[in-house]
């Protein structure tokens, strides 16, 4: 008897898309409901990307759907945005919101999930601290310098210790590399913010009617990790109160072949545009390319809300 066929590997960015919609529908049929993705593979959370995923949801969902899934893989990117998205999906997941994070939802991502009921992970994924990542010139080294406002205790605390021990000189010289104090007071402030989201949409969904343990969550996804990156797994979710489990086996498989499809896609995309750029290269003249900067030579990735 003739063995079957394996099905064909996808060629294209084109094909990876296809088969990314046939697993998501796969996926919508196993958990009786409207599934929608949001692979951000080389993309950040943006005022654009929330214009994007309205006019999506708008054309494939009814308003009001009862049941939406989000299988959401992100870095993260601007807070302000990620609560605006939050709410958005919400008015399309009205009687159940569950977001599916195959691998990463990160910092503003991070925030993002917590507007659901629930959280469905992979055991490689990852979610992470919401305090903010500032970027910011140092006007003393002409550089840009990116830090977290919980930088900014830790440094205060450094300078009142070099006092206690009477080295009046090293704290004058970390004072001089402050910025200036109404600026630090804002930096700080933007971890307020951050907590405030994440105690209003904890409190209304997640977390209803336990206003302090919201608090306790959001506190602790705010100021309570040493580091940006800090791996939160299902079970460090568990553990701070969030409402995380991990994906039944045959959702597993289907929600990891989407993953590896989303990575796939974007290794096509940017094979693609490195072929463009090179023969756009070769056809800028040889004196004229000699006189270019390297930074112009890259090239930006763009990515899509959805699928």
């Not at 989407?258 to 096509?268: C, M, Y």
Request: glycine content about 6%; overall charge neutral.
């Amino acid at each position: 008897m003739a063995k079957p066929e394996a099905p064909a590997t996808p060629r294209t960015a084109t094909d990876v898309e296809a088969a990314i919609r046939q697993q998501i529908k796969a996926l919508a049929e196993l958990r009786g409901g409207v599934c929608y993705p949001l692979l951000l593979t080389s993309a950040n959370i943006g005022m654009t990307l929330v214009e994007d995923v309205y006019d999506e949801l708008r054309r494939d969902c009814a308003a009001g759907n009862s049941q939406l899934d989000v299988v959401l893989h992100s870095g993260g990117g601007d807070i302000d945005a990620a609560y605006n998205l939050a709410l958005l999906l919400r008015r399309f997941g009205t009687e159940r919101l569950t977001f599916i994070v195959p691998r990463w939802a990160k910092s503003a991502a991070t925030l993002l999930v917590c507007a659901g009921d629930s959280i469905l992970m992979t055991p490689v994924a990852e979610l992470g601290p919401v305090d903010p990542q500032i970027t910011e010139m140092n006007p003393l080294e002409r550089r840009l310098e990116s830090f977290s406002p919980l930088h900014i205790e830790s440094t205060l605390a450094l300078i009142r210790e070099e006092y206690k021990k009477g080295d009046k000189r090293m704290a004058d010289k970390l004072i001089e590399r402050l910025q200036f104090p109404l600026t630090l007071g804002s930096f700080k402030k933007s971890l307020d913010i951050g907590r405030q989201y994440l105690i209003k949409l904890l409190s209304t969904r997640m977390l209803k009617g336990s206003p302090e343990k919201a608090a306790d969550v959001a506190k602790q996804l705010t100021e309570g990790y040493a580091d940006h990156g800090y791996c939160i797994d299902v079970e460090e979710a568990r553990a701070i109160g969030l409402r995380a489990e991990e994906l039944p086996a045959e959702q597993l498989d289907v929600v990891w072949k989407i993953h590896r499809l989303a990575r796939q896609k974007r290794e096509l995309e940017r094979a693609r545009k490195d072929k463009e750029l090179r023969k756009r290269i070769k056809e800028i003249p040889p004196e004229l390319l000699d006189r270019l900067p390297p930074e112009l030579l890259g090239y930006p990735e763009q990515g899509t809300a959805g699928t």
